[in-house]
């Protein structure tokens, strides 16, 4: 099993509080993705990290900003919870291979279950 | 509007026999897709693979199809266990490998 956790594991907010999310890797590895799962939408891209201070927009980026000032720690930062940010946070990493571009599979974390009242 | 539908929320098969689990894609970018399995409360894991220069890609008891002039790809089981029970996710990627999208998931019943 690839070395990633994610803390808190369960969380409950209240509205308009800011909340972070911690993603800790053991792998070393350059790429790191925060998702969002919901019913009826699958798992959605956030944010995704391609190295130190490398950090760019996913599908569904609105309301929440990331930080990676280590190659092992990707932040998942609820500036302002809403409502709409209830959901089931998953942190993944990329493979060896994909440095090299040989292959894209990922490696997901535990998850953290947020919600916000 | 979703790149990547998975258009059986469901799938019941009997144990033994063979499971299809069907993705259908509309970027034409997408050139590398991906298979997940998801078990309740735990991420998903990894099952695997194909890149748009093959149109078929096996591993064990499952192989992966790809038709690219219809934009669908396939996961086929043989033979279906029970512990093969559980939400079936497909993922697309095109050759940056940056940005994923995934179906909604198709929950798997494989019967004793």
């Known amino acids: 099993d690839a070395g990633i956790t994610q803390s808190p594991r369960h969380k409950v907010t209240e509205t308009g509080t800011p909340v972070t999310l911690r993603c800790h890797q053991t792998e070393n590895h350059r790429y790191m993705y925060w998702y969002r799962q919901d019913p009826g939408h699958g798992l959605r891209l956030i944010h995704y990290s391609y190295g130190v201070k490398d950090t760019d927009k996913g599908e569904v980026s609105d309301g929440y900003s990331v930080s990676r000032s280590k190659t092992e720690d990707f932040l998942l930062t609820l500036e302002s919870a809403t409502s709409s940010q209830t959901s089931v946070y998953f942190c993944?990493?990329?493979?060896?291979?994909?440095?090299?571009?040989?292959?894209?599979?990922?490696?997901f974390g535990p998850g953290t279950r947020l919600t916000v009242t | 509007d979703q790149q990547v539908k998975q258009n059986s929320p469901s799938l019941s098969v009997q144990e033994g026999r063979i499971s299809i689990l069907n993705c259908d894609y509309t970027?034409?970018?997408?050139?590398?897709f991906l298979w997940y399995k998801k078990y309740p409360a735990e991420g998903p894991t990894f099952l695997i693979s194909i890149s748009s220069i093959k149109d078929k890609n096996e591993d064990g008891r499952f192989t992966v199809f790809l038709n690219k002039s219809a934009k669908h790809l396939s996961l086929h089981i043989v033979p279906s266990q029970p512990g093969d029970s559980a939400v079936y996710f497909c993922a697309a990627t095109s050759n940056t490998g940056n940005q994923f999208y995934f179906g909604t998931g198709t929950s798997l019943t494989v019967i004793p």
């Open positions: 970027n034409s970018m997408f050139d590398y």
């Open positions: 993944a990493i990329s493979g060896p291979d994909r440095e090299r571009g040989k292959s894209y599979e990922q490696y």
